[in-house]
């Protein structure tokens, strides 16, 4: 079976899964980064198998989880636009294989001729990039206005697989908490209702 195994969603037009189809992919095996924290990369990456993490590094070193992505997800850490205006440069996000993984690299100016091209494939992957900068600003929004054991139990509800694929100090860091605290949720969740946990 080829490697290039595009997956082809309902929202996506043919024409661009046969196009994605054609890039290399590449493999990660678990802790293998796609991108460092603080580099900007002038591309986009498609996950067709595994599990990624979007993260990054403290002052203190430790490394924090902003979010996760797997098949059929786009994922990138900062951008360089065109005319080489920057996003997020002093905030570059790293994106790290959290289990063996497949990608293709998507270089911008790639999309930018098929978005040239084709007003099917322009209009599709500016949705997705609305999509990904609005899932950004919800996991930000989040932070500030729920607690941890509402996103915990928040990822139990709509993200089971993912909750179920991660090791629990993946789960703490995203939650912004140590391993410890997160825990303790779970004792308290389990204490009240044992099937939440």
């Known amino acids: 079976m080829s490697l290039h195994t595009t997956p082809i969603d309902t929202s996506m037009p043919r024409s ?104 099917e494939i322009s209009d599709w992957v500016a949705e997705e990039l609305m999509e990904l900068s609005s899932r950004r600003l919800q996991r930000e929004m989040a932070l500030l206005q729920t607690s941890a054991e509402q996103r915990y139990l928040e990822l139990l509800r709509d993200r089971p697989d993912l909750a179920r694929a991660l090791a629990q100090h993946q789960i703490a860091s995203w939650l912004g908490i140590t391993p410890v605290a997160l825990s303790r949720i779970r004792r308290r969740l389990k204490s009240t209702s044992p099937r939440s946990v």
């Open 16 to 119: 661009m899964a046969v196009a994605l189809d054609t890039l290399p992919r590449r493999r990660f095996e678990v802790g293998a980064e796609l991108v460092s924290p603080g580099r900007i990369d002038q591309a986009l990456w498609w996950i067709d198998s595994g599990l990624v993490r979007l993260y990054s590094l403290g002052t203190d070193g430790l490394s924090r989880n902003h979010d996760f992505h797997g098949p059929g997800e786009w994922i990138c850490g900062g951008l360089v636009f065109r005319d080489g205006r920057l996003c997020c440069e002093s905030a570059a996000l790293g994106v790290q294989a959290i289990k063996p993984t497949v990608a293709a690299r998507v270089p911008l100016d790639w999309c930018e001729q098929h978005r040239r091209e084709s007003p």
